[in-house]
Every structure is written in structure tokens, then in C-alpha cells.
């Protein structure tokens, strides 16, 4: 039994979760952001500008659209007009390997405990 809840939670997956934050920006006014890879920001309402550090390209967002940050680094978005973004932060790497190694210390740990009262 203990065999097959071992093969049980080697197989455990966990689903990445987001945080999103909604902005609302007046035209012309200027916003920055950190952003790391697979960071998103939607556009919901207005025209925006948009570039991030070390990226050569600029973007224009409309409703709907949305960027995909694929490096780290700084995100400057200008509203051309009065507008509203969302922006998602995915869960860091870290953060999930911290949770997968701190359950398998768990898990080794209570497979000692119930080895021990056998």
C-alpha cells in the first residue's frame, strides 16, 4: 500500500496559479512594472504603448490584446488614452520547487514514522 501512495505522489502535478492586478491609467500617464518571464499584461480599455528592457520592439495594445513578457525585466506601458490593464504575475519556479521539496520531506517523514510503528 505505502508503495502505491509513493507512485501516487511522484506523479502529483501542481497547477501554476496567477495574480492579477487591474490598473486603471489616465491618458499620457506613465506606468512601470517589473515582469518576469510569462508575466501578461492585458489591455481591457484604451490604446496603449508598450516596451519592455532589452526587447528592441515596441507594442500597441488594443482591447482584448495582450502582452507576453518572455524575459525578466521592466515593463513601461503609456496609456494613449484613458485606459484600464490587467496584469498577471505568474507563480515563480521557486516557489513551486520549494512546495514540491518541502512535501517530499513531509512525505519521507511520515513514511518513517508508519515504517517505525509496523
Known sequence: ??????????????????????????????????AMSGSQIVCLQGILWLTQSDDPHDYILHPGERFLATRQGKVVVQPLTTAMILQHHPQTRTSKQTIISALDRAWHHLITVLARGS
Open 1 to 34: 500500500m505505502q508503495k502505491q501512495q509513493w507512485l501516487n505522489y511522484q506523479k502529483l502535478e501542481f497547477i501554476p496559479t496567477t495574480t492579477s492586478t487591474e490598473i486603471h491609467l489616465v491618458a499620457r500617464e506613465g506606468w512601470s512594472s517589473k
